[in-house]
């Protein structure tokens, strides 16, 4: 079970951290992304970070802003978030995602959930 939390109406240009909690499995195991969903608009994931937390990977819209890691000792991936938009306006939610090996023993997590979803947190951006 996933489990976000740390989302709330903040202002425009101001900063949260968000938290995706893991129960009854290691997160670490498992490649974990950030996905959300705009009001009237499809869920589109944002960012991603590998099992090792090794490779991390930001869509443009977030780069620059938005830091993914992972916090090993309360079973968590964080997702800070500074210098908030209206855009950024949504409910997040984390996933586990999938994640690509290759012979050169490099890894990379693709937005591409798999089946662990969290029931999302509502972020709300005031301008």
């Known amino acids: 079970q996933l489990v976000e939390s740390g989302g709330g109406l903040v202002q425009a240009g101001a900063s949260l951290t968000l938290s995706c909690a893991a129960s009854?499995?290691?997160?670490?195991?498992?490649?974990t992304g950030w996905f959300r969903q705009a009001p009237g608009k499809g869920r589109e994931g944002i960012s991603c970070i590998t099992s090792e937390g090794n490779y991390t990977s930001y869509v443009d819209a977030v780069k620059g802003r938005f830091t993914i890691s992972r916090d090993l000792v309360k079973n968590a991936v964080n997702l800070e978030m500074n210098n908030v938009k209206s855009e950024d306006t949504g409910v997040y939610y984390c996933a586990t995602v999938r994640q690509l090996h290759y012979a050169t023993g490099q890894t990379r997590c693709l937005l591409d959930a798999l089946d662990t979803w969290g029931q999302g947190t509502q972020v709300t951006v005031s301008s």
């Open positions: 009854g499995f290691f997160l670490n195991h498992f490649s």
